[in-house]
């Protein structure tokens, strides 16, 4: 099929690229958005279930932390693996030795679960700073306020 343009015959184009981008662009969007639902569970560093108590406090971005966890029956979880307590600091202070950049400076995350007696989260506050790290920080789940009329 031939156009006209101004006079002169062109040959049209046997495909537009729009016809081939659209199903692509669907697809890309179908992912994105299974990851946006996804993004939760992905940005969790460990799976081991704990009840975090709430507390009014601003969320902050996630960083490449060490993460302890303290169950209610007071089994201590590095990440997703038990560890034992006497371990514990000599543990993360070769995980902080692993930072060239600065060391002792990554984060060390402590979530326990809220029937949990405040003497056991010492304890693992105590071994994270005897390991040398400089900051450490304890998970809550921040608390939503209800609307007001």
């Known amino acids: 099929m031939r156009r006209f343009f101004l006079g002169e015959p062109q040959d049209e184009p046997e495909a537009e690229l729009s ?13 994105l958005i299974m990851l946006m639902m996804g ?21 902050t971005e996630l960083e490449d932390a060490i993460t302890l966890t303290l169950t209610r029956d007071g089994q201590v ?6 560890i034992d307590r006497r371990k514990l600091r000599d543990t993360i202070r070769i995980l902080q030795l692993q930072d060239t ?7 060390v995350i402590i979530r326990a679960d809220e029937g949990v007696a405040f003497g056991q989260v ?6 994270s700073k005897k390991a040398g790290s400089k900051r450490v920080a304890l998970a ?4 939503r306020e209800e609307a007001r009329p």
């Open 19 to 31: 016809d081939a981008l659209l199903p692509m662009a669907g697809v890309a969007l179908l992912v």
């Open 39 to 59: 993004a939760p569970d992905l940005m969790s560093k460990t799976s081991v279930k704990v009840n975090v108590p709430k507390a009014h406090v601003m969320e």
């Open 77 to 82: 979880y590095l990440y997703d693996d038990p």
């Open 101 to 107: 950049v600065a060391p002792f400076y990554r984060l």
């Open 122 to 127: 010492l304890e693992l506050l105590d071994a």
């Open 140 to 143: 809550v789940v921040q608390e």
